[in-house]
């Protein structure tokens, strides 16, 4: 059975802390390595990692892959409130249908 | 938000009874997802579809059927809705041809059984 554990669970930082949240995973036939952010309503799409070892990056957010250890990380920089959020990583599989399997998200809260 | 859409969004039902969930896409995309939230387990997949009358199920799928009988459409139906079945019921659409460059989520419906 696929499984994805992120860690920690829940986190509490004051703005302008940096902050790097966990997932590791284990997927059979393993695509990829998605990061989502969800705030109030429903995750809303950030990465996509296939490849170890490229770090994507967007704005104050980056993210890295290893395939070899099975694990990557989601680093947030100069944290603001409006990164409060939960934000959950899922492996894809090379299955042709798309399918996820989530983690159970790290509950992010940034204080000013 | 990106042509997919949720209905209802809130409802409460009775132990027992049928509820039937709708999906809506406007985009012309052959695979959707049906997801449930419950605090603790992140997001289950219920069963997920790659084109019309093509379903199957995901890890949670007892208790669930559903259907596809449009492109546009996928329903959800609790066959007799159980008090372990309230939850955050999302709808999810993948824009690759089984390829997951990443879900675009309904905005979700909050089903309570009591």
């Known amino acids: 059975e696929d499984k994805v554990v992120q860690s920690p669970l829940s986190l509490v930082v004051h703005e302008g802390d940096t902050v790097t949240l966990n997932c590791s995973y284990e997927?059979?036939?393993?695509?990829?390595l998605l990061w989502y952010k969800q705030e109030k309503k429903a995750p809303t799409f950030l990465f996509m990692l296939?490849?170890?070892?490229i770090e994507k990056k967007s704005g104050r957010l980056s993210s890295i892959l290893d395939k070899k250890e099975l694990f990557s990380i989601l680093n947030i920089t100069a944290t603001q409130t409006g990164d409060s959020a939960i934000y959950l990583c899922?492996?894809?599989?090379?299955?042709?249908?798309?399918?996820?399997?989530f983690g159970d998200g790290t509950t992010l809260t940034v204080k000013p | 938000d990106a042509g997919i859409t949720q209905s209802p969004r809130h409802k409460v039902t009775e132990t027992g009874t049928p509820v039937t969930l709708r999906c809506h896409q406007t985009?012309?995309?052959?695979?959707m997802y049906w997801y449930r939230q419950d605090p603790g387990h992140g997001l289950r997949l219920i069963h997920y579809?790659?084109?019309?009358?093509?379903?199957d199920k995901g890890e949670v799928s007892d208790g669930y059927s559903v259907s596809r009988s449009k492109t546009e459409d996928f329903l959800l139906t609790l066959e007799s809705a159980t008090s372990s079945q309230t939850s955050v019921y999302f709808c999810?659409?993948?824009?690759?041809?089984?390829?997951?460059?990443?879900?675009?989520f309904g905005s979700g419906t909050r089903l309570t059984v009591v």
């Open positions: 999810a659409i993948s824009k690759g041809q089984g390829y997951n460059y990443g879900y675009t």
């Open positions: 997927v059979t036939n393993f695509r990829s």
């Open positions: 296939t490849s170890s070892g």
């Open positions: 899922a492996g894809d599989t090379n299955t042709n249908a798309g399918k996820s399997t």
């Open positions: 985009e012309n995309h052959r695979y």
């Open positions: 579809s790659y084109g019309v009358k093509d379903t």
